[in-house]
T-cell receptor, first 117, second 114 residues
Framework: DAGVIQSPRHEVTEMGQEVTLRCKPI?????LFWYRQTMMRGLELLIY????????DSGMPEDRFSAKMPNASFSTLKIQPSEPRDSAVYFC???????????????FGPGTRLLVL | KQEVTQIPAALSVPEGENLVLNCSFT??????LQWFRQDPGKGLTSLLL???SQREQTSGRLNASLDKSSGRSTLYIAASQPGDSATYLC???WGSGGSYIPTFGRGTSLIVHP
């Protein structure tokens, strides 16, 4: 398996523009997580899905952020409108309850580095 | 809200040295604690997971311990190598039945020089 795939790897945009980050989890995994990493706040969980259904979105900073998982192999994180303070690395991770200690064994993607000017 | 703290933020050691990375947390009712490694420009890789009922876990040259009463976990790296250079993060989980929402420390950036 190719692992968790994220695109784009880098994104530079201007304030006010819409940004869409994409994630393809590992095939067969039933949990998907979106994280944000910044120097100021470290690594934070934004939202996670189980079987394509959002379970907890309490980490989503505000209404400008939205996440969807239309099927088991694809998820998006959208920021509209984007602001400079959204600049961060966004990670997607997936895990499988079929594995031993499955939920704690999260496989991370390489991340999307977002810069909002 | 639980807090996880890692000290020091950065560490530089010569190759071959044994070293200890520290992780502290504010709530002793921890469900499990996990150590990760993050290489520059990449995601996190899980190293060791310690459940609340366990005292330590070992994998190769790595040993992680958990002391709930003192709110501390340590990651011991034996005979460090330049390839161990990376950022090491710890993450705790709390909540009955296990919450899947981890709280991460800021990490310790480790450099092992030849």
């Amino acid at each position: 398996d190719a692992g968790v795939i994220q695109s784009p790897r880098h994104e530079v945009t201007e304030m006010g523009q819409e940004v869409t980050l994409r994630c393809k989890p590992i095939s067969g995994h039933d949990y998907l997580f979106w994280y944000r990493q910044t120097m100021m706040r470290g690594l934070e969980l934004l939202i996670y899905f189980n079987n394509n259904v959002p379970i907890d979105d309490s980490g989503m900073p505000e209404d400008r952020f939205s996440a969807k998982m239309p099927n088991a192999s694809f998820s998006t994180l959208k920021i509209q409108p984007s602001e400079p303070r959204d600049s961060a690395v966004y990670f997607c991770a997936s895990s499988s309850t079929a594995e031993r200690e499955g939920l704690e064994t999260q496989y991370f993607g390489p991340g999307t580095r977002l810069l909002v000017l | 809200k639980q807090e996880v703290t890692q000290i020091p933020a950065a560490l530089s050691v010569p190759e071959g040295e044994n070293l200890v990375l520290n992780c502290s947390f504010t709530d002793s009712a921890i469900y499990n604690l996990q150590w990760f490694r993050q290489d520059p420009g990449k995601g996190l890789t899980s190293l060791l997971l310690i459940q609340s009922s366990q005292r330590e876990q070992t994998s190769g040259r790595l040993n992680a311990s958990l002391d709930k009463s003192s709110g501390r976990s340590t990651l011991y790296i034996a005979a460090s190598q330049p390839g161990d250079s990376a950022t090491y993060l710890c993450a705790g989980r709390w909540g009955s039945g296990g919450s899947y929402i981890p709280t991460f420390g800021r990490g310790t950036s480790l450099i092992v020089h030849p």
